[in-house]
Every structure is written in structure tokens, then in C-alpha cells.
């Protein structure tokens, strides 16, 4: 499937048409930011490790049930996708206190929690992506009450795959966040996973292997992305 149309940018990929109106290309960058786009850098080779990586995990998601509109990974930094209409409700689901949560709570990061966590957030870059609960979410109507429970389920479920498939990999997944959006009336999974959205820690060390590296100028940021990578293929990236 050829890209044709580059469609738009955001910070961290940019989409194309295709011939299939139903189908887009998604082109990762080497570009990073955080805290709202405030601080920007690029991560070497971060545009080919992001897409590996999510392409792996949506094919591993896939084969346990859970759809998400990824298609086929198409080259070493572009993947097919679906389609979607984005609903502008972001989750994150949390197994350990870190970030935001951590400095919201005055929990010390690496507090483990006794039960995940799962939270809505607002997608809205010029708000900021204010955290907001399921009446906000009804009264704004981001999405009906069918939408969000197949949204927190899967997003439960997703939590249930990734952490017991990365522990194994000698890797804890304390949080990630999630965006989903609609194909032909069906939620589906959308965007990335990768170690952009995603915080990774190694089982042994504890060490960082995401974007905290880059957003608290730990260094190491693109071979922390690639350990991640090697350890999913079992090193043969
Ligand atoms: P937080 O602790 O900063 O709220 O982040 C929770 C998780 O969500 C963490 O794994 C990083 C991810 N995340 C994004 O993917 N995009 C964002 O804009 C933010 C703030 C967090
Ligand atoms: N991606 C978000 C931004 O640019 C924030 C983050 O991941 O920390 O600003």
C-alpha cells in the first residue's frame, strides 16, 4: 500500500493517505517532546524503534484477542493503519506510583499499588490534557457508555497482556497511556505503544527504559529504546 497525500503532523509522526480511504500511513519521527510539547529534542533512530516496537505489540495484543487498528508494519519506520475517528478520551492505567500520579498523591515513585489504576484524560493539547472522570466524559459526550466500557476493559485487559508478556522479559510495566477511536462504529485501539507512552523499568535495576530518560536528562534515551526492542525480538532487531 503506497502513501500518498501527507495528510498531517503531530509531535511524534506524521499520517498519510492511501489509495484506501479507509486506511492511513503513519511515518514515526525521530522527533521527542514533553510537558506539552515545552521541551522538544530528537531521539536517534527513536522513528524506526517506535515503530517495531508497537507494531510488535499490537501483533502480540492481536494474537490475545484485542484489535487495534494496526494493519501491517510497512517499513522499518512506517506502519498501515485503519482509520479511525479519534475519541478524545486518553487513558492510562497504572500498576506503580510514578509521574504525575506520584506528585498528585504524594506517593514516592515505585510505590506499587494494590490494584491497578485506570484514568481518563482529555485529549487536548491547548488544555493540556486535563485528567477527567466518566461524568465529564458523558457530559461532554467524548463517548456513550458502550464506547468507555469497551475502552476501560480493553485498556484492563491491555495492562494484563503487556505486564505479565514484559516481566518475562525482565521488564516491569509500571504505567502506559492509551488512545482509541472509532472503524465503521467499532472502538478500537489506536496510536502507539512504545516507550514514548509508556514507562518501562528494568526487573533487576530498576533503571528507566523510556521517555523519563529523555524528559529528566538521564541520557542513555535511544539505547534504553533499543534494550527495549532487543529484548521483545529476543534480540534480532
Ligand atoms: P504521567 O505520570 O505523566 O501522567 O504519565 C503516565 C503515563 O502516560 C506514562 O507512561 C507516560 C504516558 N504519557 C504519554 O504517553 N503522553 C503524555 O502526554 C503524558 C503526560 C504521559
Ligand atoms: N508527549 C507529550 C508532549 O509533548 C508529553 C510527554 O510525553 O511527556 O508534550
Known amino acids: 500500500m503506497e502513501k500518498q497525500q501527507f495528510l498531517y503532523e503531530g509531535k511524534a509522526k506524521r499520517i498519510y493517505a492511501t489509495a484506501d480511504p479507509d486506511l492511513l500511513v503513519v511515518a514515526y ?20 524503534l517506535n515503530n517495531r516496537i508497537s507494531s510488535f505489540f499490537f501483533q502480540l495484543l492481536a494474537s490475545r484477542g484485542v484489535d487495534s487498528h494496526f494493519v501491517r508494519q510497512l517499513s522499518d519506520t512506517e506502519m498501515l493503519v485503519k ?4 475519541i478524545k478520551v486518553e487513558t492510562v492505567v497504572r500498576n506503580i506510583a510514578a509521574g504525575s500520579l506520584s506528585r498528585r498523591l504524594g506517593l514516592a515513585e515505585g510505590t506499587p499499588l494494590s490494584r491497578p489504576v485506570l484514568e481518563y484524560y482529555y485529549k487536548d493539547d491547548a488544555l493540556g490534557d486535563p485528567m477527567i472522570n466518566e461524568y465529564h ?6 463517548a456513550d457508555r458502550g464506547q468507555l466500557l469497551k475502552i476501560a476493559e ?6 494484563e497482556i503487556l505486564s505479565g508478556y514484559l516481566r518475562g522479559k525482565n521488564i516491569i510495566l509500571v504505567d502506559f497511556k492509551l488512545e482509541f477511536g472509532l472503524f465503521k462504529g ?13 514507562r518501562f523499568w528494568d526487573a533487576e ?7 523519563d530518560r529523555f524528559r529528566r536528562d538521564l541520557g542513555g534515551v535511544s539505547e534504553a529504546y533499543a534494550e527495549v526492542l532487543d529484548r521483545l525480538t529476543g534480540g534480532k532487531s
Open 29 to 48: 519521527k525521530d522527533d521527542a517532546t514533553a510537558f506539552d510539547g515545552k521541551k522538544k529534542g530528537q531521539i536517534e533512530r527513536k522513528g524506526m
Open 154 to 159: 480493553d485498556s484492563l485487559r491491555i495492562n
Open 186 to 198: 467499532e472502538v478500537l485501539l489506536g496510536d502507539e505503544i512504545s516507550p514514548d507512552t509508556c
Open 83 to 86: 482509520k479511525l475517528d479519534i
Open 205 to 211: 535495576t530498576g533503571e528507566k527504559m523510556d521517555k
Open 137 to 142: 466524559i458523558y457530559a461532554l459526550n467524548l
